[in-house]
């Protein structure tokens, strides 16, 4: 039996099936092909309504080669499971997906159902977006297509825009009235906007909506478990992953694009059958995908849409040889052939160079400054004492309680450095009245005795005991952490203490505070971490604790807070003044943290300097000395030796066990 994979694959396979074919067959049970814009149609007899009578462009991206929509698909014209004909161009009207076997689950219905019924329903539509109105705007590359002012503007297509309804987005926030025409126009885009200003969307829209519109591609020869998605979509967490997953999903409901999660952490199989059941977008962090790709159970060879959401981090040292190897070392197509585009609310120059290698002729585009912070979060630095730090936020917990500010419609987030301290924070939370849960990057102690347990078992060679345990543990590491989170969103622990692993991207509402009890060394972190409030016009407050460890953050947090027009305490001035800017001064700055945008316009970058990298633009391992430095200090930092050595082994451990 042949199981289906992609809507490409099956396009292929479909072919292949049913040569000759004109008219669908109730006894023939294969799955027939339906292209993503006609999947939701009801059998129709009606003929067919191209929007577009232009041929279609062999380079089938938006925008491009005049029409802006795609022809026919004389390719699969002949096949069955039209609805006699159907309706061929266009956009896809309602209706559950028309293949007859997979029902597509209602993604704005009750999947969330706590958070929901916990909190009151108009998110979106209170977006204050005078809170955006006088934001700077800059872009640099050739030929900017302008940008839109409303929806409607953009062609995005019916389902597309019924389902930005149904998120009751009533206009797009300044990333999207820039980013989205140039992504439709098929352009390559690296773009910087704040936290919670609607980045997601920005990158999903043109992609769900290219899909749509595009050609059918024709499904190489390769293995036939082997997946070959259209769009793939990198993050760095499985919780944003996920998160990106939901949003995909809501956008492209009833549109016939089928998105997909893949993350590490979680048993692969679930994730294989997902895959086999079609994908065109894949989301996915980069560490699982290289499983995949090496499994051969995907393909990246016709990628057409790359997106890196929180592209800086992706191609920081944790990230960046997996980035290469995905994006150069496979079957991707190269720049120029699949757009690419790169997205986060900070940019390092160094790190826009090394991603300038994945890009074609691209359009910068920074919304705000890069890395700046927004002014709806009001940001408050107190100088306290490593000793008085627990004392300090149970004053601030028991301040918030008394001013009525707490519980479901207010919850407070609490970033530490290290995953021993969130569980002892925590701990002590809640043996002082406030209920609280955790998150942090790896499995907590209790799990970590159980991957001890399993590989004794392993070693002992137990092959009939290790795998049902490893069946039974790998789900509960996976669920732990999900369990926090949802029960953070839901208000049940109004208080969830993080380590940086819920510092990027996550999308919690009435998150009212964040109080970084540690600071972070970097002040990129920081913006990402404080972001976690004061998303989609709506106002926060941030806390930092800062004290002598913390002097080297000085001199940029003064200058970030200073820039979003916060207060900045005397203290703090005279202790930006004293220090050296640290490593918290990016290497090559030549102008200072705020003055580079588009590095392309940097005097070094037109002299083909080397000023952040000894070996040059294309070569990831000649970082500089500083740079390399600070990779790896923060590398090591909060490496714990016995639960990185379990998480290597675990890593085997299913290797072998599902190559068994
Ligand atoms: N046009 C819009 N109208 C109303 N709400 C919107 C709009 N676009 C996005 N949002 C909402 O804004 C919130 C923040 O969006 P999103 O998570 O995409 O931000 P982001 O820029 O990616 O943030 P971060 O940098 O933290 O990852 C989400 O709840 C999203 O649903």
Not at 10 to 26: D, K
Not at 452 to 469: A, C, G, K, N, Q
Request: charged share 20%; net charge neutral.
């Amino acid at each position: 039996m042949t199981t289906r994979t992609s809507w490409a694959d099956m396009a292929a396979n479909s072919a292949a099936e049913n040569v000759g074919s004109g008219s669908s067959s109730a006894s023939n049970s294969k799955p027939v092909y339906v292209p993503p814009h006609l999947r939701n149609r009801p059998p129709s007899a009606d003929p067919p309504a191209p929007t577009s009578t232009g041929p279609a462009s062999s380079n089938d991206r938006p925008g491009q080669g005049g029409s802006r929509w795609a022809a026919p698909r004389n390719d699969y014209g002949n096949r069955s499971g039209y609805g006699g004909g159907g309706r061929l161009g266009g956009w896809g009207g309602r209706g559950g997906w028309d293949r007859g076997r997979d029902r597509e689950v209602n993604p704005f219905g009750n999947d969330d159902a706590d958070t929901e019924q916990a909190f009151s329903e108009q998110e979106n539509t209170a977006i204050n977006f005078d809170a955006y109105e006088d934001i700077p705007v800059e872009t640099s590359g050739d030929n900017v297509p302008p940008p839109v002012s409303t929806f409607a503007e953009i062609d995005l297509g019916d389902a597309l825009n019924l389902n930005i309804r149904r998120c009751k987005y009533v206009k797009p926030t300044p990333v999207q009235r820039h980013a989205i025409p140039i992504a439709l126009a098929g352009r390559d885009l690296m773009a910087c906007a704040q936290t919670g200003s609607g980045k997601t969307a920005a990158f999903c829209f043109p992609i769900i909506s290219g899909i749509m519109r595009g050609q059918v591609p024709q499904k190489p020869l390769r293995g036939a478990r082997t997946v070959f998605p259209l769009a793939l979509i990198l993050s760095p967490t499985r919780e944003l992953s996920m998160q990106i997953h939901e949003e995909a999903r809501k956008f492209s409901y009833q549109t016939g694009v089928k998105v997909v999660v893949a993350y590490g952490g979680a048993p692969i199989n679930q994730q294989l059958r997902d895959l086999e059941r079609g994908v065109d977008i894949l989301v996915a962090t980069p560490g699982r995908l290289v499983d995949l790709l090496e499994r051969a159970r995907v393909s990246l060879q016709m990628i057409r849409y790359l997106a890196l959401d929180e592209a800086d981090r992706m191609l920081d040292m944790g990230f960046e040889p997996q980035i290469r190897k995905i994006v150069e070392q496979m079957d991707m197509p190269p720049p120029g052939v699949r757009q690419t585009m790169l997205f986060s609310a900070t940019f390092p120059r160094e790190i826009q160079r090394l991603a300038s290698d994945f890009l074609a002729n691209y359009i910068f585009l920074a919304v705000g400054r890069v890395g700046s912070s927004t002014d709806l979060i009001v940001q408050r630095v107190e100088f306290v004492h490593e000793s008085d730090k627990r004392s300090h936020l149970m004053d601030l917990l028991h301040a918030q309680r008394a001013n009525g500010v707490q519980g479901k419609q207010a919850l407070t987030l609490v970033f530490v450095e290290t995953k021993k301290g969130a569980d002892s924070l925590e701990h002590w939370l809640c043996m002082n009245g406030f209920p609280a849960t955790t998150i942090h990057g790896d499995r907590s102690q209790q799990v970590n005795i159980h991957i001890f347990i399993f590989f004794l078992y392993f070693l002992m060679d137990e092959v009939t005991v290790s795998p049902v345990y490893i069946a039974v543990i790998s789900p509960l590491m996976h669920i732990e952490r999900e369990q926090a989170l949802r029960s953070f969103k839901t208000g049940a622990t109004p208080i969830l203490v993080a380590t940086d692993v819920a510092a990027r991207g996550l999308d919690i509402p009435h998150v009212a505070h964040v109080v970084n009890f540690d600071l972070p060394n970097d002040i990129d972190d920081y913006v990402h971490r404080i972001g976690r409030t004061g998303r989609a016009g709506k106002t926060g407050l941030a806390t930092a604790f800062f004290n002598e460890n913390n002097t080297n953050m000085a001199k940029a947090l003064a200058d970030l807070m200073q820039e979003a027009n916060q207060e900045v305490p005397a203290w703090l001035t005279r202790y930006a003044a004293r220090s050296f800017g640290g490593r918290n001064r990016r290497p090559g700055g030549g102008g200072g943290r705020f003055g580079g945008r588009d590095f392309r316009r940097d005097s070094s970058y037109n002299r083909g300097g080397s000023d952040y990298y000894s070996g040059g633009n294309n070569n990831s391992g000649g970082y500089g000395g500083g740079y390399g430095a600070n990779l790896a200090r923060r590398f090591l930092q909060g490496v714990e030796g016995v639960e990185v050595v379990c998480i290597v082994l675990v890593g085997i451990g299913e290797e072998i066990l599902t190559k068994k």
